[in-house]
């Protein structure tokens, strides 16, 4: 049974930092890549970036390029999200994902296993 569970959300001022990690199991993780996607309140998720199965390539949504970025560790079965500089407008659920996939990593439908989330707030 496949598994991602997410951890390392809370409640930080605008302009902090945050580091998201999420392990996953039950699956053989370096055959897939990982995205990460939010979901405010009232909102559809949304994609946030994902990051190539072999950990050399990130593609990242315009409005959190420059202040978020996604690392794996393969030995560890986990992928991280360093968010820095945080606006109030990155509050939302994070939620990590895999798919098999690298073409239009961003669309949500190939994504096939999901984490719960993790809340992050950001207080301006």
């Known amino acids: 049974q496949v598994q991602l569970v997410e951890s390392g959300g809370g409640l930080v001022q605008a302009g902090g930092s945050l580091r998201l990690s999420c392990v996953a199991s039950?699956?053989?993780?370096?055959?897939?890549?990982m995205g990460w996607f939010r979901q405010a309140p009232g909102k559809e998720r949304e994609f946030v970036g994902a990051?190539?199965?072999?950990?050399?390539?990130?593609y990242y949504t315009d409005s959190v390029k420059g202040r978020f970025s996604i690392s794996r560790d393969n030995a560890k079965n986990t992928v991280y999200l360093q968010m820095n500089n945080l606006k109030p407008e990155d509050t939302a659920v994070y939620y990590c994902?895999?798919?098999?996939?690298?073409?239009?990593?961003?669309?949500?439908?190939?994504?096939?296993?999901w984490g719960q989330g993790t809340q992050v707030t950001v207080s301006s």
């Open positions: 039950g699956l053989t993780f370096s055959a897939y890549n």
């Open positions: 990051i190539r199965k072999t950990g050399g390539i990130t």
């Open positions: 994902a895999a798919r098999w996939s690298w073409g239009d990593v961003w669309d949500i439908s190939g994504y096939n296993n």
